[in-house]
């Protein structure tokens, strides 16, 4: 099957199920796609109890995609672009050092807070599993996805400072989740004797602060660009452009692609860059392209993202490891969110609550099933990516439709009449 066939697939089956969530269930986009495909998902695996045709098409498309590769090197970049274009930069630079603390920092102490948790439930469940790879299933887990953050947050009505400190956050610990997970994953292949503290220094470095440098200067080419005419065509597609080719770019260099392409989207879409390069048309132009291809990419990964459930092992120990795992990943996100929410909140007026508001809100998603899928089997691959798999289900769905209302009710603020049409 070409990747023609496949993509035609993909599309078709995100504008069905799409119209039907818009049509009938009415549920945020994202929530909306990922319950309806789970639900066809499972409604196809009980037909091929009679007839496996469908289920086999199914499992064909899914085992033709490489859905790691997919994601964190191809879509990822766009959905990053998209959503730093559209974030608030004056709220982001007033929170800049609380959302720098806790996509990096916190990210570091939640690793190591489900690690430790992982490891002693897991002994206690007979899996004997060892230490490094709980530790490597904490890195992939702890980093919120921003595409999923930024596809049901969108339109709630939160508080701006909040919705700036989830999804600032999201947008920049994704880039350092995967450096961690990176790192992580090269000590559990090499053993700790062959790596050393100032390897692991150096592609911590490089990765990070490389790739927020090329950000900077994709953003500043693009800049020069758009500036010097005045035609919103050719303006659109030099964004286009600077996302591809600095995403190849970053990929040849060893650099963080993701946070190469956050920090471009800030520098083209915050309000000085866009006031001083882009006409009116053009700015209008450039957002609709943008938005147009975040929808239509959320659409196809949450898709995949229900259908992937057929390359799982459902075993019954995993099963309960899976369970389990759910309200230890938010145990451990609240309390490594807590010690740099209480640091900050004597200099920055933060809400009643955001530590329980961030850790309902910090959503999983596509990034965390892409980096298990990359695990091998000596890294028990299968029962992790099935513990992974309950938790980004979860978090999406139960979270991502509750959180609107909890933001309401500590708050106050009214939830907007388009998140119940959207």
């Known amino acids: 099957m070409d990747y023609f066939i496949i993509s035609t697939v993909l599309v078709v089956m995100a504008a069905v199920f799409g119209y039907i969530n818009?049509?009938?269930?009415?549920?945020?986009?994202?929530?909306?796609?990922?319950?309806?495909?789970?639900?066809?998902?499972?409604?196809?695996?009980?037909?091929?109890?009679?007839?496996?045709t469908l289920l086999d098409a199914e499992k064909k498309i899914i085992s033709e995609i490489d859905f790691e590769k997919v994601l964190l090197d191809?879509?990822?970049?766009?959905?990053?672009?998209?959503?730093?274009?559209?974030?608030?930069?004056?709220?982001?630079?007033?929170?800049?050092?609380?959302?720098?603390?806790?996509?990096?920092?916190?990210?570091l102490i939640s690793t190591f807070l489900v690690g430790i948790c992982s490891y002693f439930v897991l002994q206690l469940l007979s899996l004997d599993i060892g230490f490094i790879y709980c530790l490597l299933f904490g890195a992939l887990i702890s980093p919120t996805d921003p595409i999923a953050v930024l596809g049901i947050l969108k339109k709630v009505g939160a508080p701006k400072q909040l919705e700036t400190k989830i999804v600032g956050e999201s947008l920049f610990n994704d880039g350092v989740g995967v450096v961690v997970f990176t790192v992580i994953y090269q000590i559990a292949k090499s053993g700790t004797d062959q790596v050393h503290a100032g390897e692991i220094l150096h592609l911590f470095g490089v990765e990070v602060l490389g790739g927020i440098a090329l950000g900077l200067l994709l953003g500043y080419i693009t800049y020069r660009l758009m500036k010097s005419i005045d035609d919103y065509d050719v303006e659109v597609i030099i964004t286009l452009a600077a996302v591809m080719g600095g995403t190849l770019v970053a990929q040849k260099l060893h650099l963080s692609a993701p946070l190469a392409m956050v920090t471009a989207g800030l520098v083209v879409g915050n309000d000085t860059v866009r006031h001083t390069t882009m006409s009116e048309i053009t700015e209008a132009y450039v957002d609709k392209f943008w938005e147009l291809?975040?929808?239509?990419?959320?659409?196809?990964?949450?898709?995949?993202?229900?259908?992937?459930?057929?390359?799982?092992?459902?075993?019954?120990?995993?099963?309960?490891?899976?369970?389990?795992?759910?309200?230890?990943?938010?145990?451990?996100?609240?309390?490594?969110?807590?010690?740099?929410?209480?640091?900050?909140?004597?200099?920055?007026?933060?809400i009643p609550k955001t530590n329980l508001i961030m850790t309902w809100g910090g959503l999983r998603g596509g990034i965390s099933i892409a980096l298990a899928l990359s695990l091998t089997v000596d890294m028990h691959r299968e029962l992790f990516l099935v513990i992974t798999y309950f938790i980004v289900v979860f978090s999406i769905i139960v979270q991502g439709l509750s959180v609107g209302n909890l933001i309401k009710k500590v708050t106050g603020v009214e939830q907007p009449q388009e998140v119940q049409q959207h």
């Open 293 to 350: 291809i975040d929808v239509l990419l959320n659409t196809i990964l949450f898709v995949l993202i229900g259908m992937e459930i057929l390359v799982l092992e459902l075993k019954t120990p995993y099963i309960i490891a899976g369970l389990l795992a759910i309200p230890i990943g938010l145990a451990c996100r609240y309390f490594s969110l807590a010690p740099i929410i209480g640091f900050f909140n004597h200099r920055l007026d933060f």
């Open 74 to 107: 191809g879509m990822l970049s766009f959905l990053l672009f998209a959503g730093a274009l559209h974030t608030n930069f004056e709220q982001l630079k007033i929170q800049r050092w609380p959302i720098l603390a806790f996509s990096t920092l916190g990210v």
């Open 22 to 52: 818009v049509r009938f269930l009415k549920l945020p986009t994202t929530i909306g796609l990922m319950v309806i495909t789970l639900a066809t998902t499972l409604i196809v695996l009980g037909i091929s109890n009679y007839n496996d």
